[in-house]
């Protein structure tokens, strides 16, 4: 039997019900609601809304985001599993950390020149593109994906995923399990 893939995940709004947590800091910082948006490299949004990247991670509560449902679950039981995100290094370690998550590898915005790419995470895990899986939110998870020719899952348990038709949609965590036995 083929080995299962391995899956590579976004963190916010894949894993973490994060929104309300990432909205808070533009909130205070006098953002209007209206003008945010999820899923961008998060310097390039503090620049865009006109606010300072440390002062947006400064107000940033690493302790507000909670797992999606059944998020918890599949992490312990996938084996090999790791984080690409778009998310400031500081505030996505920390996250990691108190939830006890240890990813094999976790790369963040720090470890990319723009939007986040898969290829350094294939690289640090020594796996092909055809080997992994990669779960997202967003159209940028998506364009990651397709770029470097990796197999994309969208997150259908987050109510604001948008599914692509050629997406696979996995409604929820636990199937994912299934979707890593049979590509
Ligand atoms: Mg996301």
């Known amino acids: 039997m083929a080995e299962p893939l ?22 205070a910082l006098g953002v209007p609601r209206e003008r945010i948006s999820f899923g961008h490299v998060v310097g390039e949004e503090c620049a ?42 500081r505030s996505g370690r920390a996250e990691l950390r108190r939830l006890g998550w ?11 020149d723009g939007p986040k790419r898969l290829e350094p995470v294939l690289a640090e895990l020594a796996l092909e593109p055809d080997q992994v899986l990669f779960v997202g939110d967003t159209a940028h998870d998506r364009t990651a ?6 197999r ?3 997150a259908g348990w987050n109510p604001r995923a948008v599914a ?16 890593l036995r049979t590509g």
Do not use: M, Q
Not at 51 to 76: K, M, N
Not at 104 to 111: G, S
């Open 145 to 150: 994906a397709r770029s470097a020719g990796v």
């Open 164 to 179: 692509d038709p050629a997406d696979l949609v996995l409604h929820r965590p636990v199937e994912l399990l299934r979707a």
């Open 102 to 112: 240890t990813p094999e590898v976790a790369l963040f915005t720090d470890a990319f």
């Open 48 to 89: 865009r809304l006109g606010i300072e990247l440390d002062d947006y991670v400064a107000r940033y509560d690493v302790h507000a985001a909670r797992p999606f449902a059944g998020v918890g679950t599949v992490l312990a039981a996938v084996g090999r599993w790791a984080v690409c995100s778009n998310k400031d290094p």
């Open 6 to 27: 391995v899956p590579i995940f976004d963190l916010d709004g894949t894993l973490l019900d994060s929104d309300e947590a990432l909205v808070a800091p533009f909130l």
């Open 152 to 154: 994309f899952a969208l």
